[in-house]
């Protein structure tokens, strides 16, 4: 667990490939017009690695389980200041395996998938493909709704008198991760612009003369402090998993904690080049997950023992008991079991369901708390 | 803020502070920033001259406007580069323009959430990513903040910045006089605090000491003394690293070990350490008389050393309150700052819209048409050409209006007389609320339940009739009465508002949620529903009507975090000026 990357040093001149996946584009005048310039793997930027972070093993693990299973419908981290929670997200995008995706296609288009998914496949040209760090796109404060869905290409329709679509940060997420650092402090029509499409997973864009639809299928994951105001109920409903993060109080976890993040920061490569072993287990057990995934049975009673635990809960529609069916087989593979049990049940119950609870002002006890105690009566 | 104590103390906070700005020129980045309380005025002047001085090597120093907007802070489309090229440019903003340097945030107590976070954002990544107006960047801003807080004690600038801030200064304290330079020239590592001081010429770094040792009585030391954010031992553990590095030294010693606790510890402590137990599970033969004691402290634990440092460090006022236990280690946030769509307030950006149903934003129309105009090619030279699509509407924040709930009994055992006084407070406060546009809502409980009698109003005449019915008599449903006000709270909050509970009561509940009368699980569930007021985190005063001040009262006033006030000759000018003292910061 650590906390920001103050000191890592960064990459300054572009093009870059920073913070692992995260593709940035070149000066629009070096730019070819239409192929997105990729690099085929993460340099070796100097973010804090996923694995040598301390503590916060609910929130790694609800990263771990989107990254299996990207269908379980993104992460909300909320908690403490200092604890880690950016860190921890930033660090995925350098863990995470390739994907396969047709070259040069901005929306990073499956090969094997169909090709009337986006404008650029449907286009016929040939679809090769190639290995692409999965995107985690950083959704910047202040971003404004043209560069988050994308605009006409103002360059090409000015030098060359052509209409083009210039994808915005929604066609790059496509296939990977769109991260909202402080969540709870992003405009609302923005909101309401998220929320559309990740439900539909397709961006419609009408605007500029333009008529387009592309693919834009990502795992949300947010992050922030309760402090600084409430998400609304449709957001955080949005949310697949809900993890909270907390600073650790124990002082040898809080000394590792610093002394690891001095480390990382006087030497950026040789910590990380000291944590590529650990990264590269933890890689392929992500992979190894991924392939296992559908063979991982649910069998009726871990079925039934959700569905009990919902019910005693009183969550809200079925949304939390498909996710933690879908939490706990990704946590399944993710463990090298062969079907989801009880135990894995047990373990995603406080991230799958703590946020979709009915406020009870007759409860002081916090949610986590009625999970617990409900996995304890019920699950027992 | 208080008058300064004694010229030493006012001299060695001056001291601290030039100390502070050698640091923070030396590595604005790595520092975080400062938080500078202080008026302005010559001493703070005074400070910043400093800043400048010793900030030889050329780094900027950037002042932010208060209300800047994004694409001064971010970066934007330059207009007329836009215009004359025919193509959108780039102008970077000003967080990029500082990078390397420092920015000068004045007015700091008034920051928004908002630019708060990408203050922090920025201050985290080292850089700057701009996607607005059709472009995308990520620009180097390498920056330190300087935050000068001219707050009154209950303000203060977003904890998400302080808390990424190394240092915190008071300067309230320092007068002229403690500034005139020194005849004989300041060293490196100007003179400590008077109290730590011959402590500190005793052992200068001749005890190295391993880092490790370092990092762990740092933590141990935030432990110790309730900081309990990480970012503390780790800022902490990075100024030592750059204090001796300016001192030519690869490894920090005691002597910065020390100073940095005193720096970036001490005033972010939210307790004082048991003096008995010392931190945590180390044994420390010496830990008793560790204050006291500052002779023989050539054996003493490297724990002690940075604790009592840290102890000797602590600003004054922060120890009264320390020892008073006043210090709230969390401070809730002002949730729901972000109104709902507004046409007044303060201009917090713009989008696009349609300018009938809003304000018009020009600049931002203009800024959206200007890269088209080529492409449109006017008619007649010097016209714009303006679309749809180029409209933009401003967006506003509103202030978050303050409201005010009380929640009176009205049973029997409360008294009639009560009631009348709680009519009067009402009335009064609303007369004055009229003309600072606050609002005021009544619920009185009574019987078997809690009615809303007066829904959250700026109108006297409404609230004048809703008090002339209120009835009176009955048990004490107290359980429901706090629950009303928790639901009407908690909406007040969602909707933008900042909502203050007053609660009238003697606090004896005899009658439970279900509406049977019964005195212990009345009093069960009332203190139950107090506690959900704590876990808001609202704000909340309980004014205690009995005649004699009742324990059962004061319980309840600590399950909810209110502020007690026993008023056994309440009447409604001492309620008003109570309330108005109770009323969260808006």
């Not at chain 1, 981290?77 to 929670?85: E, H, I, P, S, V």
């Not at chain 1, 002394?259 to 000291?274: H, L």
């Not at chain 2, 908002?114 to 080292?126: P, V």
């Not at chain 2, 590592?189 to 011959?198: E, I, K, L, W």
Request: charge should be positive; proline fraction near 8%.
């Amino acid at each position: 667990m650590t906390l920001d990357e103050r000191s890592a040093p960064m990459p300054l001149s572009e093009p870059e490939t920073g913070e692992g996946g995260i593709v940035r584009l070149p000066p629009r005048a070096a730019r070819k017009p239409s192929p997105r310039p990729r690099t085929s793997l993460p340099e070796a930027a100097p973010v804090f690695p996923f694995s040598a972070i301390v503590g916060q093993d609910e929130m790694k693990r609800a990263l771990l389980i989107a990254a299996v299973d990207p269908s379980v419908g993104g992460v909300l981290a909320l908690g403490d200041r200092g604890t880690g929670k950016s860190t921890a997200i930033r660090a995925l995008a350098a863990l995470l395996p390739p994907m396969k995706a047709v070259a040069g296609c901005p929306y990073s288009c499956d090969p094997a998938g169909s090709a009337s998914a986006c404008p650029h496949c449907a286009a016929g040209s040939p679809r090769h493909g190639r290995l692409v760090p999965i995107p985690v796109v950083d959704l910047p404060l202040g971003a404004t709704e043209d560069r988050v869905v994308g605009a006409l290409d103002l360059e090409r329709a000015l030098t060359a008198g052509i209409k083009a679509f210039e994808p915005g940060l929604l066609a790059r997420a496509n296939r990977g991760f769109l991260y909202i650092d402080e969540v709870n402090l992003l405009e609302d029509h923005l909101v309401d612009l998220l929320l559309d499409v990740a439900a539909s997973g397709v961006n419609t864009v009408e605007r500029e003369g333009l008529s387009l639809r592309h693919p834009a299928r990502f795992v949300l994951v947010g992050s922030g402090n309760p402090e600084e105001g409430e998400l609304r109920p449709q957001l955080l409903d949005r949310f697949g998993l809900a993890v909270e993060v907390t600073t650790p109080t124990d002082i040898p976890t809080r000394i590792e904690v610093v002394r690891r993040r001095d480390a990382f920061e006087r030497d950026p490569g040789g910590f990380a080049a000291a944590q590529a072993g650990a990264e590269k287990a933890l890689r392929r057990r992500i992979t190894a997950a991924r392939a296992r995934l559908a063979e991982v049975t649910v069998p009726d009673a871990s079925l039934e023992a959700a569905a009990r635990l919902c019910l005693a809960l009183g969550t809200d529609g079925l949304r939390g008991e498909l996710t933690l069916i879908r939490a706990a087989r990704a946590l399944a593979a993710l463990e090298g079991e062969e079907s989801v049990g009880l135990a894995q049940i047990r373990g995603v119950a406080p991230s799958a369901l703590r946020h979709r609870l009915r406020r009870n002002p007759l409860d002081e006890a916090g949610s986590t708390a009625r999970v617990a105690r409900a996995v304890a009566e019920v699950l027992a | 803020m208080s008058p300064p104590p004694e010229p030493e103390a006012g001299r060695a906070a001056w001291d601290r502070a030039l100390r502070v700005a050698t640091l923070l020129s030396a590595d604005p980045h790595g520092c975080g920033g400062v938080r500078l309380r202080a008026r302005p005025g010559p001493v703070r002047d005074a400070w910043l001259a400093a800043l400048s001085a010793a900030r030889a090597s050329g780094r900027p120093v950037r002042r932010m406007p208060a209300g800047i907007a994004d694409d001064r802070l971010l970066g934007g489309l330059d207009l007329p580069a836009t215009l004359a090229a025919g193509r959108p440019v780039l102008q970077r903003g000003l967080l990029a323009e500082a990078d390397g340097g420092l920015v000068i945030v004045p007015m700091a107590e008034r920051l928004d959430g908002a630019t708060a976070a990408r203050l922090a954002a920025c201050l985290d990544t080292g850089r700057v990513s701009v996607a607005r107006d059709g472009l995308a960047a990520r620009l180097p801003a390498r920056i330190g903040l300087i935050l000068l807080d001219e707050g009154d004690e209950d303000e203060a600038p977003p904890a998400a910045l302080l808390e990424r801030l190394a240092f915190r200064l008071d300067l309230d304290g320092v007068s002229l006089r403690d500034i005139v330079p020194d005849a004989a020239p300041r060293d490196a590592n100007p003179a400590r605090p008077a109290g730590t001081q011959s402590r500190s010429a005793a052992v200068t770094s001749h005890r190295p000491g391993h880092t490790t040792t370092w990092i762990e009585s740092l933590c141990l030391t935030a432990c110790a003394f309730g900081v309990a954010s990480l970012r503390a031992p780790i800022l902490a553990l990075r100024i030592a690293r750059l204090a001796a590095a300016l001192d030519g030294e690869s490894e920090p010693g005691e002597a910065h070990a020390v100073e940095a606790a005193e720096l970036v510890l001490a005033p972010r402590a939210t307790r004082l350490p048991e003096p008995q137990a010392g931190p945590a599970d180390q044994p420390e033969p010496a830990s008793a008389d560790a204050p006291a004691d500052r002779d023989g402290d050539g054996d003493r634990p490297i724990d002690d050393v940075v604790l009592a440092a840290v102890r000797a460090a602590i600003p004054p006022g922060l120890l009264a309150l320390l020892a008073a236990g006043r210090v709230r280690s969390a401070k809730t946030g002002k949730s729901g700052a972000a109104a709902a769509l507004a046409r007044s307030g303060r201009p917090v950006g713009s989008r696009p819209g349609d300018p009938r149903r809003a304000r018009l934003d020009l600049m931002a129309t203009l800024r959206a048409a200007a890269p088209w105009q080529r492409l449109r090619m006017p008619r007649e030279a010097g016209r714009i050409a303006i679309r749809t699509d180029d409209l933009r509407i401003t967006r506003y924040r509103q202030r978050s209006e303050s409201t005010t709930i009380f929640a009176v009994d009205a049973s029997g055992s409360s008294a009639i007389e009560r009631l009348a006084e709680a009519k009067g407070a009402v009335e009064a406060l609303l007369a004055e609320s009229y003309a600072r546009r606050d609002r005021v809502a009544l619920i009185a409980f009574r019987g078997a339940g809690a009615d809303i009698v007066l829904p959250p109003t700026r109108s006297l005449v409404r609230a004048k009739r809703g008090l002339a019915g209120l009835p009176g008599g009955g048990g004490t449903p107290l359980a429901a009465g706090l629950d009303a006000a928790l639901a009407l709270a908690l909406a007040i909050r969602r909707g933008g508002g900042s909502p203050l509970v007053v609660l009238l009561t003697d606090g004896r509940a005899n009658v439970g949620r279900s509406g049977e009368p019964g005195r212990a699980r009345a009093g069960e569930e009332a203190l139950a529903a107090a506690r959900a007021f704590r876990e808001e985190g609202l704000a909340a005063l309980l004014v205690d009507t009995a005649s004699r001040p009742q324990e059962a009262a004061r319980r309840l006033a600590e399950a909810m975090a209110a502020r007690y006030l026993p008023l056994p000759q309440a009447n409604a000018a001492s309620l008003g000026a109570a309330v108005r003292a109770a009323a969260p910061a808006a």
